[in-house]
């Protein structure tokens, strides 16, 4: 053997020992790394299929489906997010029916003026929630791990309205995720429109059952929301659950 040959050798067996390894912690991932502060959570399509069958109510509404002409900018399932990486593996959003319906009501009265919904994200499964927190440590912007999202409840969503002639966002104090003062419901925007803007958001998304989060003029939380426990189910999942 060679000296050139020899060297591509053992440059296999160095990858296919880094691989075994690398494949041996992965097989290791307990059930306690994905749930590491044990909270109660749904976490297997079986769980949710026997939740769903006993409370129609918990059931989870594809978006893009249930709402006309609604837009989707998932911004986790690609790099243009704080994290810049792809957390989900497709850009999907769902909510609880209850919500879901809320949200088509709003979806119909802005349609009038020529507006629509922009949905960022809406249901985040539980592991999302974990990285989100090693990544961005702060709770004002981050849910706590500990407790876990209402994103992870399917009771929560982040959005913003467009022109549908255009597709145009309406202009707002900032962008979506932005970590500042600035995305505050308290905060008095400069630019009078972007406030008008915050103000139009704010105002049907109450008429319809949603609560304000003030740190983010983004994010809104169902009312209803009790009974409605965390879930870790991936947007796969819920996929091939849509197909059964
Ligand atoms: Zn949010």
Redesign the pocket.
């Known amino acids: 053997m060679n000296a050139k040959f020899f060297k591509i050798a053992v440059q296999r067996v160095m990858l296919t020992a880094l691989l075994a390894v690398s494949l041996f912690f992965t097989a290791c991932q307990s059930p306690k790394d994905q749930n590491p502060y044990g909270l109660d959570m749904v976490s297997t399509a079986e769980e949710y299929l026997a939740a769903v069958a006993t409370d129609s109510s918990l059931l989870l509404i594809d978006l893009e489906e249930h709402i006309p002409g609604v837009v989707m900018d998932i911004r986790y399932a690609g790099t243009d997010n704080f994290t810049g990486t792809k957390i989900y593996s497709a850009p999907k959003a769902y909510l609880r029916k209850e919500a879901a319906d809320s949200l088509l009501k709003i979806q119909k009265e802005l349609n009038r003026d020529g507006l629509g919904i922009k949905v960022y994200?809406a249901y985040r499964p539980y592991s999302a929630t974990l990285y989100f927190y090693e990544v961005y440590p702060d709770t004002t912007f981050v849910a706590a791990p500990w407790k876990g999202s209402i994103?992870n409840r399917g009771c929560?969503i982040?959005l913003t309205i467009v022109n549908t002639k255009t597709g145009e966002e309406l202009v707002m104090p900032t962008p979506f995720d932005e970590f500042s003062e600035a995305a505050s419901h308290n905060y008095i925007p400069s630019d009078s429109i972007a406030l008008a803007n915050r103000e139009k958001l704010l105002t049907i998304m109450e008429r319809y059952g949603f609560e304000k989060y003030s740190h983010?003029w983004w994010?809104y939380n169902f009312h209803k929301r009790e009974g409605m426990g965390l879930l870790n189910i991936s947007f796969e999942e819920l996929e091939k659950l849509k197909k059964k």
């Open positions: 994200d994103h929560a982040d983010e994010h």
